[in-house]
Every structure is written in structure tokens, then in C-alpha cells.
């Protein structure tokens, strides 16, 4: 059964620096997304991307985040400057399309992100 | 704006009991899906069910179904026969015109033997 692969599935890094999360969604699928999880809590919304520009992003989503499709496989969320508080886990995922209302999302397992 | 409730943080069941975990919402959309995910201690959000909010019928997959009450708003998920790979934290989430999925903050659920 096809699924959404991420890496890596733990990254440790130094406040500052940048991180590029990666994700590979499920093959025909249109619409893609991240979302974060700080530990303890719930998920939250980071933004939705499709063909090949955001189609909606939250306020969690400022300058800092990008997210871009580089080629016919990847989906990345680059963090520019990490800040502690960009510690948790990110989960990518997918759907198949988008009618008037939301498909199912099909998630990744995530990337723990951890920022010293 | 939609917002996901869910009022148990925490819940412990019996191996092979039923076990039931509720969720309510708020939206004015007519259109919209309902999810329940469930995430293990690995972290990773698996899909458990879904509810198309235009179907009277509640869906089912195998031991798991929900009890859908559009007019109350609530969603809750029934558990029969749970089992011990049933642990997990289940989360409740609203899908709607917006491309993004809203969350309930979970429940924890902890299956004994």
C-alpha cells in the first residue's frame, strides 16, 4: 500500500541554524501538507501546498518557514533560523484532491526535530 | 471558525471491552468530514475512520465505528474488543472547505490486560 515517507525521522540542531525537513507523498496525490506537533499537545496546521504554490497557511507559518516541491517526488519545509521552540515533531502528508470539501490526509511518520 | 472538542484527556479500558471516546464540534460549514486518528507511541497519525457529514449512516471499519449526531455536532468513536495494540493516543479531527485538518487536543487510551 502506498504511503507518505519523511526524513529524516530525527534531526538535532543548533538554535540558528537551517533545517530542511523532507517528505515524499504518495504518488497521485495533488495536495500536500505539513503540520507540526510540540510534545504534549495537539497537531497543528502549518500549510497546504498545490500546484506547485501554498494554497493556505496558518500564523505558526511566518517568514521563517518555506515550503517547496523541487522536483516530481519531494516536498520539503525549510526552517531558516531555528528557534527552541521549533522543537516537535513534523508530520507531512497528502491527499488525492480536494472537492468542495477536504479528502482524506494520509500522513508520514513524522520528523522529530529538536532544537538546542 | 471550526474548533474540535474532546473532554476526555485520558480513558483505560479492559482487554476485550467496549470503550467509547467522544468528541463534539462547532461549525456552520453543511459540507465537511470527520476523522479519528490514532497515534501510537512511535508518533506516527494513522487513520483510524471517517464520517462523510452527508451520510445518515455511521461508518464502520471492523472493531471500530462512530456514533455520528450532526445536529448535536458530535462524533464519538466506539472500540469493541479492544486489544492491547489499541493503546494509543486517538485524536478527532474536522475537515472542511479549508485545505486544512483541525484537531481535538486527544485522548489518551490505555487497553489493560
Known amino acids: 500500500e502506498p504511503e507518505v515517507t519523511q526524513t529524516p525521522s530525527h534531526q538535532v540542531t543548533q538554535m540558528g541554524q537551517e533545517v530542511i525537513l523532507r517528505c515524499v507523498p504518495i504518488?497521485?496525490?495533488?495536495?500536500f501538507y505539513w503540520y507540526r506537533q510540540i510534545l504534549g499537545q495537539k497537531v497543528e496546521f502549518l500549510v497546504s501546498f498545490y500546484n506547485n504554490e501554498i494554497s493556505e497557511k496558518s500564523e505558526i507559518f511566518d517568514d521563517q518557514f518555506s515550503v517547496e516541491r523541487p522536483d516530481g517526488s519531494n516536498f520539503t519545509l525549510k526552517i531558516r533560523s531555528t528557534k527552541l521552540e521549533d522543537s516537535a515533531m513534523y508530520f507531512c502528508a497528502s491527499s488525492a484532491f480536494v472537492t468542495v470539501i477536504q479528502e482524506t490526509q494520509y500522513f508520514g511518520p513524522g520528523t522529530r526535530l529538536l532544537v538546542l | 471558525a471550526q474548533t474540535v472538542t474532546q473532554s476526555q484527556p485520558e480513558m483505560s479500558v479492559q482487554e476485550a471491552e467496549t470503550v467509547t471516546l467522544s468528541c463534539t464540534y462547532d461549525t456552520s460549514e453543511s459540507n465537511y468530514y470527520l476523522f479519528w486518528y490514532k497515534q501510537p507511541p512511535s508518533r506516527q497519525m494513522i487513520l483510524v475512520i471517517r464520517?462523510?457529514?452527508?451520510?445518515?449512516q455511521n461508518a464502520t471499519e471492523n472493531r471500530f465505528s462512530v456514533n455520528f449526531q450532526k445536529a448535536a455536532k458530535s462524533f464519538s468513536l466506539k472500540i469493541s474488543d479492544s486489544q492491547l495494540g489499541d493503546t494509543a493516543m486517538y485524536f478527532c479531527?474536522?475537515?472542511?472547505?479549508?485545505?486544512?485538518?483541525?484537531f481535538g487536543t486527544g485522548t489518551l487510551l490505555a487497553v489493560q490486560p
Open positions: 504518488s497521485n496525490h495533488l495536495y
Open positions: 479531527a474536522y475537515g472542511g472547505a479549508t485545505n486544512k485538518l483541525i
Open positions: 464520517q462523510e457529514a452527508y451520510k445518515q
